[in-house]
């Protein structure tokens, strides 16, 4: 049993837990700093519960002839780089050795206080369970303060701000005494004494100038400014505790980064593995050089900026970010970028700006004979874009259908490795046709917003957003349509449906893999008929790390099962009521232009093509989602491949490892052999992203990213007559009960209520027949959820800052589809 550690002792080889604040007294003794003489009693001899009779006599032995003692706590995590606990425990001064077992356990207990659990609880911290405790040489001081390494108010590195008193500094950290204030720049001393008795300053000058030497050292071998706590007795500087200063704020200095995620969440949720973040951005990298070429974008250009095109996105405590910056130096080669910048930002939606290279902008007169260029190929390309979406879907057709036929389990990690490389070859470099539509949809739908807006002189906002209802051709809307006749025909039966009442969806999919029955037989076909079609559209399709119905037949089943349960019907999920939307937008146009032919006849030949691009854009949505269970499952397989190799410990954890990581182990190029250990720091590190829980939409970043940034910037909520206020995108005003969902799979079914939700993608489709309206707190006009909801007919709004943390479950609200506002009733 360790009792105590020593001062004197190497405490990294006891692999006891002895928190922040010792460990950093450590580091005063290891870079030979004046410390007065300290042990420390780890938590697990505190929680083992070591004798009084036998822990006191010991401690007294090591501080022979102190009459004094400092108690003080030492947390995990306290006196830390991000949070410093800062006056949470307990900690007691000019302790008499009869006192010393009292004040050890009221240190300990402190740790379980209600004020400790609200700081955990405000910063989103995990209990650590317990603190250690230091029992230190109390120094009798004839001043004492605290002093900084760079100045906590004002963020200038270049100030130390120093603050004393006479006699010990208890007084000035709990604020009673007023303290004496020095601020130190280069040599040059500003002082601000405080109104007290003795009118000396508590410190001499050349003291000051030690502590300046002792923070420059400090910062230097910790890395940043410190916050220190010293003692001086006899005109010597003794160092009683360092942390890092916790609320320093970055200098906004060196590369400006704007990040958002307000659409990209809806394919990348929550936190992402490394392999799906190494994948997409390679595949994004690509992607946009191409369409790049495509707008007119030179090849010498796109080869001289090849940073831009590789940082797209960004991974901001593991969640896939846009970035926004690289956007913007996108859209600035375009050549119509030279002759109206502005126009052109405005019609991209860019808000932000920045430093755009020369090299990027041509003259107004190559900028001209460019955009006449693009202008004749881009027309081109419209018109053949129907028969290249065709000549798309037969290649994915086809290269997927031979790669399933492929029996993975069968091939080395070698192997694996070069169908996926063969893959990407043959598909996924080969994205034109969905990237083309995407851009004709985003314009299209642009003209269609505005036309309706000019006829209406804006009385109806959600026009054009009617007039797309009800497009039958949308494949999102077919997994429902299938599962909930499936469902039907389940329930009808009675022995089926007493099964999906009673039994979980492992026990219902082995009943039917053994079943007998004609019918259990029939629903069992219908089910891998399902799957064979629609197994990839799940919750989190896009990342990699995704378990699909595919791979896992059950997670379908549950679906269905919670459609038994909850009785949904075909009817509710009929066609009649977008039917009615979608005719009553069309009669408001023939009544406002009747006699205007040509203005008719313009409008209806831009709503035939956005009805067309926008139907388009999410069933080759779904195209990516197929090819991405291509990759999943190569992946997948690859993993299970380095399990019985004995390179992983669990065949999953080939997820935190990048693309290139995988490539180089099999290839013999890795930096880094132990892969397990990689393993392990990764899982270690993504699991406290989740317990920090999501970042902010939107915020910036200085300099390094990682370093010094707030990825958590209070978002501002928008308020509307009383309530929230978002993107109409499907009509209906409805009055309901909240249901904030953050995973549809913990969610049988809404029975009714509202939907609340941070992001949506189309796996979450099988929650929307029961919903009686859907309000998403990201996404926009042409989002996954607008374009089903529309389809469905049922109420939705999106792009509502502030949703979840205005709205809770249970909330009474009214909501209008075709404004966009949410009026809370009761709360």
């Not at 989602?625 to 291509?630: D, Q, V």
Request: aromatic share 10%; proline share 4%.
């Amino acid at each position: 049993m360790i009792y105590f550690i020593s001062d004197t002792e190497p405490h990294q080889t006891t692999g006891a837990s002895i928190g922040g604040k010792a460990e950093n007294l450590f580091r005063l003794k290891a870079l030979g700093m004046p410390v007065p003489h300290f042990v420390v009693i780890p938590w697990e001899a505190l929680r083992a519960g070591v004798p009084e009779s036998e822990l006191i006599p010991r401690l007294l032995a090591t501080f022979e002839g102190t009459r004094h003692f400092a108690v003080r706590s030492s947390a995990i995590g306290e006196d830390g780089a991000a949070f410093s606990f800062a006056g949470q425990f307990e900690s007691y001064l000019s302790v008499g050795p009869n006192e010393l077992a009292v004040k050890i356990a009221a240190v300990r207990e402190s740790a379980f206080s209600e004020r400790v659990t609200a700081y955990r609880k405000h910063h989103r911290l995990s209990d650590v369970g317990g603190v250690a405790v230091i029992v230190q040489e109390m120094v009798d001081a004839d001043a004492a303060g605290v002093a900084f390494g760079a100045n906590p108010l004002t963020g200038n590195r270049q100030e130390k701000v120093i603050n004393a008193v006479f006699g010990l500094g208890d007084g000035l950290v709990s604020g009673v005494v007023n303290a004496d204030q020095f601020v130190l720049n280069g040599t040059e001393i500003q002082s601000v004494l405080a109104h007290k008795t003795n009118a000396a300053p508590a410190l001499t000058h050349p003291q000051i100038h030690r502590l300046g030497e002792i923070l420059d050292t400090l910062e230097n071998a910790l890395g940043q400014p410190q916050d220190i706590e010293f003692a001086v007795r006899n005109d010597q500087i003794f160092l009683l505790q360092t942390r890092p200063i916790t609320t320093l704020k970055s200098t906004p200095t060196g590369n400006y980064i704007l990040w958002d995620n307000s659409n990209i969440i809806e394919s990348y949720p929550g936190v992402t593995t490394p392999l799906t973040f190494s994948f997409i951005s390679k595949s994004y990298e690509t992607a946009y050089k191409l369409f790049s070429a495509y707008l007119g974008v030179s090849e010498s250009v796109i080869k001289k900026n090849e940073r831009v095109f590789a940082n797209t996105l960004g991974f901001l405590n593991g969640r896939v970010y846009y970035n926004l910056k690289t956007w913007y130096h996108m859209l600035a080669m375009l050549p119509g970028y030279s002759i109206n910048a502005r126009f052109m930002e405005k019609m991209m939606g860019v808000k932000e700006q920045f430093d755009i290279p020369e090299s990027y902008r041509l003259s107004k007169s190559k900028a001209w004979w460019s955009i006449a260029k693009m202008a004749v190929q881009m027309l081109s390309r419209f018109r053949a874009l129907p028969g290249k979406r065709r000549e798309f879907m037969e290649l994915v057709d086809n290269t997927i259908g031979a790669y399933k036929a492929i029996p993975f389990a069968e091939k080395s990690a070698d192997e694996l490795m070069h169908l996926y490389l063969d893959f990407e070859r043959k598909l996924l470099l080969e994205w034109k046709a969905p990237l083309l539509n995407d851009f004709f949809a985003m314009i299209w739908f642009g003209m269609l917003q505005k036309q309706c807006e000019q006829m209406t002189g804006g009385q109806n906002p959600n026009l054009h957003n009617d007039l797309l209802c009800g497009s039958n051709d949308i494949i999102s809307v077919q997994p429902v349509h299938r599962s909930i006749a499936l469902a039907a025909r389940i329930a009808a039966v009675p022995a089926l449906k007493d099964l999906f009442l009673t039994q979980n969806e492992h026990q219902i999919h082995d009943t039917l893999n053994a079943g007998n029955d004609l019918e259990f037989r029939a629903v069992k076909a219908e089910i891998d008929r399902y799957i064979a079609d629609f197994g990839e559209r799940c919750v989190g399709e896009l990342k990699l790390e995704t378990i699909s119905y595919g791979q896992e037949p059950a997670r379908f089943i549950k679906v269905l099962k919670s459609y038994v349960e909850t009785g949904i019907t075909g009817a509710q999920f009929s066609g009649d009521r977008e039917e009615v939307i979608r005719t009553n937008a069309e009669r408001e146009i023939a009544n406002r232009l009747k006699g205007k032919w040509i203005a008719r006849w313009k409008l209806n030949l831009t709503l035939r093509y956005t009805r067309e691009l926008v139907s388009a854009r999410e069933n080759l949505r779904y195209e990516r989602t197929r090819a991405f269970g291509i990759v999943r499952e190569i992946f997948t397989f690859m993993g299970k491949r380095f399990y019985a190799d004995g390179l992983l410990d669990q065949a999953r954890d080939i997820f935190y490892l990048t693309k290139e990581e995988i490539f180089a182990c099999i290839e013999g190029t890795a930096v880094t052999q132990d892969i397990r250990a990689l393993v392990a720091l990764r899982q270690k590190e993504f699991q406290h992203y989740r317990q920090l829980g999501p970042l902010s939409e939107r915020f910036a970043t200085y300099g390094v990213p990682y370093h010094g940034n707030d990825f958590f910037s209070i978002e501002r909520i928008v308020q509307h007559e009383g309530g929230l206020k978002g993107i109409g995108c499907s009509p209906g005003r409805v009055t309901g009960r909240v249901r904030v969902v953050t995973d549809p799979a913990e969610v049988p079914s809404l029975n009714g209520d509202i939907l609340v939700t941070t992001s949506t993608d189309p796996g979450w489709v099988t929650l929307f027949p029961g919903a009686l309206g859907i309000i998403v707190e990201r996404g926009s006009l042409l989002s996954h959820s607008a374009i089903v909801s529309r389809e469905m007919g049922k109420p939705c709004i999106v792009g509502v800052t502030g949703l979840l943390k205005t709205l809770k479950t249970g909330d009474e609200i009214e909501m209008d589809g075709s404004t966009g506002i949410i009026r809370t009733i009761s709360q």
